[in-house]
Every structure is written in structure tokens, then in C-alpha cells.
């Protein structure tokens, strides 16, 4: 299965190298387990870099991993980004991003809901979600 997903990644990626209408891609499930995971750096194309956000081990110690998981925003150089930890939930996984092209700012989330996560959490987490970002522009 990991075979799979490594496969689906530099497919996505190869489209993406062959194509300069994108500034922005988003990977969610990337199974990387650290920021240095051959297979996420080798899917990295030129011009481009990223930021993610992986699952960390269960047992650091045993080096396990929780299955699934994982995300990775690509974007290109000529963009600025940062990634913003102020915002924490427990139903999904979020990459919470803050972009600046030039004069321009705007936020990219990347989020990943496993489909066994129950509904009533991440509608209340997700609204949360909105609510912090609605403060971020109100209070700057």
C-alpha cells in the first residue's frame, strides 16, 4: 500500500512539473513520517518547496507510526509562506499556512478528516477553524 501511495505522489507531482499553471499543491495521506522523508524530497520538484505537517511516532523509542496521515503543501519559491501552529483540533489534521505573493497575503488550509472520525467533532472543530481565521482578519 505504501508502494501505492509513493507511486499517486510523483504522479501528482509530475503533473505538476509539467504544468506552470500551478502555484499551489495540496497532498493530504502522504504517509511521510518526518521532514526529512526521502520520498516526499525526492517528489519536490525545482523552483518549488513545501511545508507539511506529518504524524509523529506513537513510541518515539519503537520508531512506529500511525497509519495514514500526513500532509505536504508544494508551492513554489516565488511565493513566501509560513505555517501557523496557533490553531489545534483533534478531528483532522490541519496545515494551517500563511501565503504572501508581493503585496499580497492570503491563507491556504489543507485539512484531512480520517472517514472513521465522528461527524459532531469536526463540525465543532471545523467551525472553530472559521472562527479563527474570521478573528485573524477582524483583529489582524
Same mark, same amino acid.
Given at each position: 500500500?505504501?508502494?501505492?501511495?509513493?507511486?499517486?505522489?510523483?504522479?501528482?507531482?509530475?503533473?505538476?512539473?509539467?504544468?506552470?499553471?500551478?502555484?499551489?499543491? @495540496?497532498?493530504?495521506?502522504?504517509?511521510?513520517?518526518?521532514?526529512?522523508?526521502?520520498?516526499?524530497?525526492?517528489?519536490?520538484? &525545482?523552483?518549488?518547496?513545501?511545508?507539511?505537517?506529518?504524524?509523529?511516532?506513537?513510541? &518515539?523509542?519503537?520508531?512506529?507510526?500511525?497509519?495514514?496521515? @500526513?500532509?505536504?503543501?508544494?508551492?513554489?519559491?516565488?511565493?513566501?509562506?509560513?505555517?501557523?501552529?496557533?490553531?489545534?483540533?483533534?478531528?483532522?489534521?490541519?496545515?494551517?499556512?500563511?501565503?504572501?505573493?508581493?503585496?499580497?497575503?492570503?491563507?491556504?488550509?489543507?485539512?484531512?478528516?480520517?472517514?472513521? @472520525?465522528?461527524?459532531?467533532?469536526?463540525?465543532?472543530?471545523?467551525?472553530?477553524?472559521?472562527?479563527?481565521?474570521?478573528?485573524?482578519?477582524?483583529? @489582524?
Amino acid at each position: 500500500i505504501l508502494c501505492l501511495l509513493i507511486i499517486n505522489l510523483y504522479i501528482s507531482v509530475y503533473n505538476l512539473r509539467n504544468s506552470s499553471k500551478h502555484d499551489i499543491l @495540496g497532498l493530504t495521506d502522504t504517509w511521510h513520517e518526518s521532514l526529512d522523508s526521502p520520498s516526499l524530497l525526492s517528489a519536490i520538484p &525545482p523552483g518549488y518547496t513545501f511545508l507539511d505537517l506529518f504524524r509523529p511516532p506513537i513510541n &518515539p523509542l519503537s520508531h512506529k507510526y500511525s497509519s495514514y496521515g @500526513g500532509l505536504c503543501l508544494i508551492y513554489k519559491n516565488s511565493l513566501s509562506a509560513s505555517f501557523d501552529s496557533s490553531f489545534k483540533c483533534n478531528s483532522f489534521e490541519c496545515l494551517f499556512s500563511k501565503f504572501k505573493y508581493f503585496s499580497y497575503n492570503f491563507i491556504v488550509i489543507l485539512i484531512y478528516r480520517s472517514p472513521s @472520525g465522528y461527524v459532531c467533532n469536526f463540525i465543532d472543530d471545523f467551525y472553530n477553524l472559521i472562527e479563527y481565521v474570521f478573528s485573524l482578519f477582524y483583529y @489582524g
